[in-house]
């Protein structure tokens, strides 16, 4: 707005109608109709909003063990840290990232996210991606990157039992589902989208390892786990689910599951523990696959499980990661949820692919 219209609009006290706030008169109508006609709607929507979010919120980060692993993942990573992992890491993947013309770091989170946790990946990772000069590019490839490998080593072992239980060489998928990701998708996405990137040469990164002593190290990373399970994760997970149960509510939520199931179904992963990772834990779909994956095909059992090694659920892509990397990296929460989304939908069809094609070499 120029100066002599800001003074027009001062002299004359009229105020631009602006078009959202035609969308809050729409909503002021609304919510008065209803309190009029169908006064139980409001409070319907909000207890669907409620009953959805509490199970995840309450029985598994507040009471159950999955809150308690994120605090252990994050003490671990930063033990790991403190005793020269990182600096190691940097000295193997210099060689390989330097012919696939990125940054080192791209690869961190991706091995933190394989031994720990996907959250304390980002929490750790993402302050290392900044300090190595990485680009705004090279954050994203290192996100999307990071969702293609699964965030929990129980994930990882009752896969490996569901593959063993219908004959298939657990190995041949564990390097094509796992390893061949952290190579391929970096340069794929270089070659591609995001093309902002370089190189280093070792001489060039800073060292990684903190200088703190042992005890503030330890105290230190409990601390900073309970930071991110309150003030990150359990809201990013609470707004995500609460959403889900208003669109289920409405009746919008169960076209889009069925869709899901639909998709699944066609890239031969199992529909049923397909959703489970989908929409509530990779762990627990791997639990159930593992106790039935001797009846069933075993092109659905190693597209189910190729799934779960990633970094599923939406709660996680969505919700979790935006909220951790924006708050540590140079990246808003728009940027982080691109790139974690590109990540996850690489993902399924990753998981698809290599049912269908790879699954009948493999047996």
């Known amino acids: 707005m120029s100066e002599a219209r800001a003074e027009r609009v001062e002299s004359t006290g009229v105020r631009r109608f602006e078009r959202i706030e035609g969308v809050g008169l729409g909503l002021v109508a609304l919510s008065l109709g209803l309190l009029v006609w169908n006064p139980g709607a409001i409070a319907g929507l909000f207890n669907a909003m409620v009953d959805r979010a509490f199970p995840l919120v309450v029985s598994v980060f507040l009471t159950g063990k999955v809150g308690v692993a994120i605090l252990c993942s994050v003490m671990m990573g930063r033990i790991l840290e403190r005793c020269g992992f990182t600096d190691a890491l940097m000295r193997l993947f210099v060689p390989l990232t330097s012919r696939l013309g990125v940054n080192a770091a791209v690869i961190v989170p991706s091995v933190y996210n394989i ?46 039992i569901a593959l063993t239980a219908v004959g298939v ?14 190579v391929v998708v970096p340069l794929v ?35 900073e ?5 309150f003030l990150l994760i359990i809201p990013a997970v609470g707004a995500i689910f609460a959403l889900i149960g208003a669109l289920d509510y409405l009746g919008i939520w169960k076209p889009i599951e069925s869709s899901l199931g639909s998709l699944l179904s066609a890239l031969a992963i199992d529909p049923k523990t397909g959703m489970v990772s989908i929409l509530a834990s990779p762990t627990l779909a791997m639990a159930q696959l593992k106790d039935v994956a001797a009846g069933m095909d075993p092109k659905l059992v190693v597209g189910s499980f190729v799934l779960a ?14 909220a951790i990397w924006s708050d540590c990296t140079d990246l808003n929460e728009k940027e982080a ?21 790879v699954t009948p070499l493999v047996l």
Do not use: C
């Open 115 to 160: 031994l720990g946790d996907i959250n304390a990946a980002g929490r750790i990772a993402g302050p290392i991606l900044v300090k190595a000069g990485a680009t705004k590019d090279e954050q994203k490839i290192a996100i999307a990157t990071m969702v293609q490998s699964q965030q929990s080593f129980s994930t990882f072992m009752f896969g490996l």
């Open 169 to 182: 060489k657990a190995y041949a998928v564990v390097f094509l589902a796992v390893f061949a990701p952290l």
């Open 189 to 223: 996405l270089r070659l591609t989208l995001w093309r902002n990137t370089r190189a280093v040469a070792i001489h060039e990164l800073p060292r990684f390892t903190p200088t703190k002593g042992a005890l503030p190290t330890l105290f230190g990373a409990a601390k």
């Open 225 to 229: 786990g309970a930071e991110l399970l």
């Open 309 to 322: 090694a990633s970094g599923f659920p939406f709660s996680v892509i969505l919700g979790q990661i935006p």
């Open 337 to 357: 949820m691109g790139a974690a989304v590109l990540g996850a939908t690489m993902r399924l069809f990753t998981a698809g692919a290599v049912a269908l094609l």
